[in-house]
Every structure is written in structure tokens, then in C-alpha cells.
């Protein structure tokens, strides 16, 4: 396959491809020597950092443990040298971890050595010191005194040599590293930037080929396109390339092609279309003037309605007040009923009353009768008594009399109470005839607002439907007119369409090709549109002004030459 015949997105794709392969190089390289420097780093802390400190850790350690101990000699403290001893213990086993680590680093073979002897020493002044703290112990001052000055110091000091030699060797080694890691980069910046300009340049070749393979295509499509705008069809096209470039290139072919098709058919049609305008806007003229008529004959409904409207919301509010009125007057019954029941209860709590009260004097006229027995019987026994029963009959006698007095004073209450409970019973039954007629009144009265009440319903009813049928002769007028004004648009549409059509006829003839002829434009007469109707809800029965249509400057083949009037509404 020629490269020339590959699709514009293969191009692309190839090179995206290159430039993401030179991208993927560079990166490899990139992070190949960020690796090796990040190892050299790793190597510098694990191997050469990390030992320094363990050294030094491990000197201080034998420092502070060779110290303690000759001080302890000097002074000849043997209470602290247990503690001395177990403090000891415990530093020989954190030097001893800290050696084991020592010497698991990567070492040189003279950073081994060194580190050996290093190590060796530390253990040798670890054993001394405890030599000299046991026989300190023991109480041999001397031997721990010579223990410490011939053994230990002596070790302590080739220990501390040790040290500082391990630190100069583990520096060179560190600078050699550094050496190394400075050509490593060097090196890789130099294949960096190398494989950086070889791609930049097969890009920018290879970009190079692939636009001038599009604008070159893309100025052929570019002329084509402009030739037909100018009108010229019928170009001779050249494909020679199957991308989607060609393609382009041969869909503009097709396309000039379809073009002389569809210019030669619109010149057929737009005759056609111009004659059927013509009918179309003598009919709507003629439907325009049966609109009018139906509009005026629904205005003139909707004036009724409105006004049998109006009539019947008047009754529906007398109606209502008619109801409200009723509504009182069941209301205020109804309390007179509700005092009239209330009046009943307080004379039957009278009568009830006065009945207890009754009761209360025959209890009274009883117990003056029985008063009046006993002082008789009194009276009797003081006259058998005799001179001696004297005062006591003369009390007896009053007792009597005033028993007498008594029973009298009961028995006119006693009448003058069953008087008034007659009279109040009397009263009482007047009170409930009362109340039965009131009852009557109500039910009278709630019969009464129950009709009133359905006759306000009724005519609400009425009210609400013929406010529908207002609102639908409303409605109904409003679309007529709506009517109206979309068929004077129409006839005025019809008209333009005719104008549109010549000039069509016209615009069509700036395409040529070949086999065409001149087009003669056609005489095209322009009408003015006629005002458009704005529907609006009748408010009142008065006749709307009639407003004339502006007459056409030009009518175009019209069936019949009188020009319509239009009614505004």
C-alpha cells in the first residue's frame, strides 16, 4: 500500500506512534539512570552513612563504660560497682547488636579489615573494664586500678584509631561513588538529549510530508468548492489519492453532479409552484370574507351572553342575601327555643321546690301536733300532782298554746304553698305549649332556609353554566378572529410565495453548466400584506369599526378582480 493511500487518520496515527516510541526511549533512559543514582544513593545512606553512626554510637559506648569504671577504681566505691557491672552487661549486648550490623553492610575488603579490627577492640575493652570491675569487686583495687591503665586504655585508644580510619576509608569510597554516579549522568544526559533531537527531527519530517500532502488536496477541494460557488458546474474532478482527502474530493464530484441534476429540476418546478400560488391565494380571499362573516355573528352571540350573564349573577346575589337573611332568622329561633327550654328547667326546679318546701311544713304540723299532745298529757299529770305540779301545768298550758300557734302558722303556709305550686305548674305547662310552638317555628323556619338555600344554589348553578357557555362563545369569537387573521396571513403567504417563486426562477439561473439556457426573469409584482387581525375578548354589544385592506399594487392572475374588504375585530 502506497504511502500516498493511506487514511489521514493512519498518518496521524503513525506519527503519534513515532513520537510516543522516541517519548517511551527517552523515558527508559530517564528512568534508567534515575534508578542507578537512586541505588548509588541507597549504597551511600546504607553503606557509608549508617556505619558512621554505629561507630560512633559503639565508641561513645566504650567510652562511657571505660570512664565510669575508672572512676569508680579512683574513688573505690564498691557499693556502685554491681551496678557498674550490670550497666555493662547491658552495653555489651547493644555494641555487640550494633557490630552484627556493622557487618552486614557491603564493605570494601579494607573497610572489612578496618571494621574487623574496629569491632575486635571494642569487645577487647568491653572484656578489660570487666576484668577491672570484678576484682574491684573482689576488694584488689590495684589490679583493677592496673587492669584499666595497662589493658583497657591502651585497647580503647588502637579501638578509637580504628574508628577514625573506617571513617577516612568509608569517605574515599563515598567519593568514588559520587565520581562514578557524576559520569553515569553525564552520560545519560548526552543519550537523552540525542535521542531528544532524533525525534524531533523524524517528527518534524515526518509532519512536514503529511501537511503538504493535506493542503495540497485541501487547495484542489478548496477551488472545486470555489467554482461552484461562483455558479460554474460541471468541473472536471481528479481523484488521485483514496484517503479520506480523496474522498472529499469525490464527494465535491458527486456534488456538482447532483447539482446540475437539481438546478435543471428547480427550473421545472418553480413554474409550477408559481401557478399553484396563484389558485391558492384566490381561495383564500374567498375564505377570508366567509371568516369575517362568521366573526361578526359571534360578536353579536357574545354580546348577549354577556348580558344574560350579568342578569343572572343579579340573581344569583339576591338569591344569596335571600339565604344569608334566612340563615338570621333560623339562628335567632333557634336561641328563643333554646331560652324557652331553659325557662321550662327553672319552673320545674320551682315546682320541685315548693313541693320539698310542702313537705318541710306537713313535717312541721306534725311535730306541733305531737307538741301539742304531749303538753297535754303534761297538764294532765300536773294536775294530779297537785299543789306540787302547779308550775309545771302553767308551762304545759304556754308549751300548748304555742304548739297551737304553731300548727296554725303551718297550715297557712302550708295553703299558701300549694297555691304557688298549682300556679307554677299552671306556668309550667304554658311554658312547654310555648316551647312546642317554638319548636314549630324553627322547623318552619329551617324548611324555609332549606329552599332559599337551593334556590342560591340553583342560580350559583345557573350562574357557573351560563358562564361556560359565555366564556365558550368568548372563546369560540376569539378563534374565529384568530381565524381570520391566520387567512389573511395565508393569502398574504400565498402571495409572497408567488413572488419567492419568480424569484427563484431568477436566483437559479446564476448556476450554468454546459447544457443550459439563459433564464429570462419573470415579471414579479409585489403586494403589500394586509393587516393582521389581533384577536380580543368582546367587552361590550357595540358594533367594531370596519377597517378596508390595502388594495394590492399589482394583483398577479387573480380569478375574480374585485378586491376584499376586512372587518377588525
Known sequence: MSMFNLSVKAKLYATLALSAVILIAVGVVGLTGTRSSNGDLDAIFSNRFMPTGWVGTIESYDREVLTTAEDLVIRQDAGA???ALDKLKQREVEVRDLLGKLQATELTSKERQIADNFG????????????ALLAA????????????????????????????????????????MRTEANT???RNTAVII???VVGIGAAALLGFLLVQSIVSTLNTAVGIADRIASGELGNDVRVQTSDELGRLLESLKRMDSKLVDIVSGVRG???????????????NDDLSQRTQQQAAALEETASSMEEMTATVKQNADNARQANQLAVGAREQAEKGGAVVHRAIGAMGEINTSSRKIADIISVIDEIAFQTNLLALNAAVEAARAGEQGRGFAVVATEVRNLAQRSASAAKEIKDLINDSVDK??????????SGKTLSEIMESVKKVTDIVAEIAAASEEQSAGIEQVNNAVTQMDSVTQQNAALVEEASAASKSMEQQSAQLVVQIGYFRHA????VRPAAVAVEKARPVVVARKPTKPAARPVVKSAAPSAPLARASGDDTSWQEF
Open 81 to 83: 560497682i554491681r551496678a
Open 120 to 131: 575486635r577492640h571494642s569487645s577487647e575493652v568491653v572484656a578489660f573494664v570487666q576484668e
Open 194 to 196: 540525542g535521542a531528544i
Open 424 to 433: 307554677v305548674k299552671v306556668g309550667s305547662e304554658l311554658v312547654d305549649e
Open 137 to 176: 569487686q573482689a576488694g584488689t583495687f590495684d589490679k583493677a586500678e592496673s587492669a584499666l591503665i595497662e589493658k583497657a586504655r591502651p585497647t580503647y585508644d588502637k579501638m578509637t584509631e580504628a574508628s577514625e580510619a573506617l571513617l577516612k576509608a568509608q569517605i574515599e569510597v563515598a567519593q568514588e
Open 269 to 283: 418546478s418553480a413554474d409550477a409552484v408559481g401557478s399553484a400560488a396563484r389558485q391558492l391565494s384566490h381561495g
Open 515 to 518: 447544457d443550459s439556457v439563459p
Open 184 to 186: 553515569t549522568f553525564k
